[in-house]
């Protein structure tokens, strides 16, 4: 008995095949990709063996899957030179390599060795991003920790006269706060402050996805000094601008806000109203 076999034209049947060509190498793009997510996290490499690279604190963690069959993880700087390896134990399934505070920014890479042989390699981009989300002073927000970080004594005058400054580091490396400055329309002005210009620190550290305050140390909203701006009952405007200055990535960070001064001649009984510029 003879079956009857449709006919394929030549044009089909090379459509279908590049077809399935482009398929198959969208797959291998997929799964051979050294990308990261948007949580800053790399996906699973195409042999399973590396789950995770993240950073963690001042730390790069490095998850494994349980079977993974590797001896050694290196972790190569931007530059190419090696930062540091790390021996995989028996049956152990993270390591980490403390990048600390001064580290170099860029893209650096995992690679997972068997012996001599790599078995994987998986890049992270590390680099911090600070940006200055808000400004404000004991009047305006008592709830932050005022006490706890100025103490008991002259509690009040200090807090009326110093400020906060909230930072986020919405970048993917640890990064480090060494300096903060207020200048232009302040009452007291200080473009050099003493130290850090934060109060009895000297730098902060702010991991990524994480914010922090930073508390003032030269009277910014003090008394009014020779080169400052001074509080009105009738009101006085002025505007001023916050920075800081980064350790890691070495750049300085400034923000602009509008400030009115109003309802007394005294600071210590001024309201005051910031908003951004």
Same mark, same amino acid.
Do not use: H
């Given at each position: 008995?003879?079956?009857?076999?449709?006919?394929?034209?030549?044009?089909?049947?090379?459509?279908?095949?590049?077809?399935?060509?482009?398929?198959?190498?969208?797959?291998?793009?997929?799964?051979?990709?050294?990308?990261?997510?948007?949580?800053?996290?790399?996906?699973?490499?195409?042999?399973?063996?590396?789950?995770?690279?993240?950073?963690?604190?001042?730390?790069?963690?490095?998850?494994?899957?349980?079977?993974?069959?590797?001896?050694?993880?290196?972790?190569?700087?931007?530059?190419?030179?090696?930062?540091?390896?790390?021996?995989?134990?028996?049956?152990?399934?993270?390591?980490?390599?403390?990048l600390g505070?001064?580290?170099? @920014? $860029? &893209?650096?890479?995992?690679?997972?060795? #068997?012996?001599?042989?790599t078995v994987? !390699?998986?890049?992270?981009? *590390?680099?911090?991003?600070?940006?200055?989300?808000?400004?404000?002073?004991?009047?305006?927000?008592?709830?932050?920790?005022?006490?706890?970080?100025?103490?008991?004594?002259?509690?009040?005058?200090?807090?009326?006269?110093?400020?906060?400054?909230?930072?986020?580091?919405?970048?993917?490396?640890?990064?480090?706060?060494?300096?903060?400055?207020?200048?232009?329309?302040?009452?007291?002005?200080?473009?050099?402050?003493?130290?850090?210009?934060?109060?009895?620190?000297?730098?902060?550290?702010?991991? @990524? $996805? &994480?914010?922090?305050?930073?508390?003032? #140390?030269s009277f910014?909203?003090?008394? !009014?000094?020779?080169?400052? *701006?001074?509080?009105?009952?009738?009101?006085?405007?002025?505007?001023?601008?916050?920075?800081?200055?980064?350790?890691?990535?070495?750049?300085?960070?400034?923000?602009?806000?509008?400030?009115?001064?109003?309802?007394?001649?005294?600071?210590?009984?001024?309201?005051?109203?910031?908003?951004?510029?």
């Amino acid at each position: 008995m003879t079956r009857d076999t449709p006919q394929i034209s030549r044009r089909t049947a090379l459509q279908t095949v590049a077809g399935a060509a482009l398929v198959s190498g969208a797959g291998c793009l997929t799964s051979n990709e050294n990308t990261t997510t948007g949580n800053g996290k790399s996906p699973a490499d195409s042999q399973g063996v590396i789950q995770r690279v993240a950073v963690d604190g001042t730390a790069l963690v490095v998850d494994l899957s349980a079977d993974a069959d590797v001896d050694q993880i290196n972790l190569i700087q931007p530059n190419g030179e090696l930062f540091g390896q790390r021996d995989v134990a028996a049956g152990a399934q993270q390591v980490s390599f403390d990048l600390g505070t001064s580290y170099t @920014p $860029g &893209e650096y890479s995992v690679v997972a060795l #068997n012996g001599d042989e790599t078995v994987v !390699e998986r890049s992270k981009e *590390i680099q911090p991003n600070i940006r200055i989300r808000d400004v404000g002073l004991y009047r305006n927000n008592p709830d932050k920790p005022w006490d706890e970080v100025y103490g008991d004594t002259e509690t009040d005058r200090i807090k009326n006269g110093e400020a906060f400054v909230t930072v986020e580091n919405t970048g993917s490396g640890p990064e480090v706060i060494v300096n903060l400055v207020f200048s232009g329309g302040v009452p007291n002005p200080i473009e050099n402050p003493r130290g850090s210009g934060m109060y009895e620190t000297e730098q902060v550290v702010v991991s @990524p $996805g &994480e914010t922090a305050d930073l508390f003032s #140390n030269s009277f910014p909203f003090g008394s !009014e000094s020779e080169v400052g *701006i001074g509080c009105t009952s009738d009101g006085n405007e002025g505007q001023f601008t916050v920075s800081v200055q980064t350790q890691v990535d070495g750049s300085q960070i400034s923000k602009a806000y509008n400030v009115l001064y109003s309802g007394s001649n005294e600071m210590s009984d001024c309201e005051v109203t910031i908003e951004e510029a």
